[in-house]
């Protein structure tokens, strides 16, 4: 079982339930998530890159975000959360 914001280091991905940190994930890096369903929780899927480390860094150091679009990604995502939890399954 993987611990939130585990890497996985055999897949090259990282995964992670938080929402916020998903969200400017996406905002800053103009991505979209894979996701994953284990035990009713959804978990946010993104490949290792430098990219993905300087944005998460980023944001550990309070970024400027647009707030209206790190208002809708977090929408956005959490209804993705939502709709696959419920039907038990991911995108991977």
Do not use: H, W
Request: net charge positive; charged share 25%; proline share 2%.
């Amino acid at each position: 079982m993987k611990l939130e914001g585990e890497c996985d280091m055999k897949q090259k991905d990282f995964q992670t339930a938080d929402l916020y940190l998903s969200a400017a994930i996406c905002v800053l890096l103009g991505i979209v998530p894979n996701y994953k369903v284990e035990s009713n929780r959804t978990l946010f899927v993104f490949p290792i890159s430098n990219d993905l480390y300087g944005a998460m860094n980023s944001y550990n150091n309070g970024v400027a975000l647009n707030a209206y679009e790190f208002a809708q990604m977090i929408k956005r995502l959490r209804a993705e959360m939502i709709m696959r939890r419920e039907m038990g399954g991911g995108r991977g």
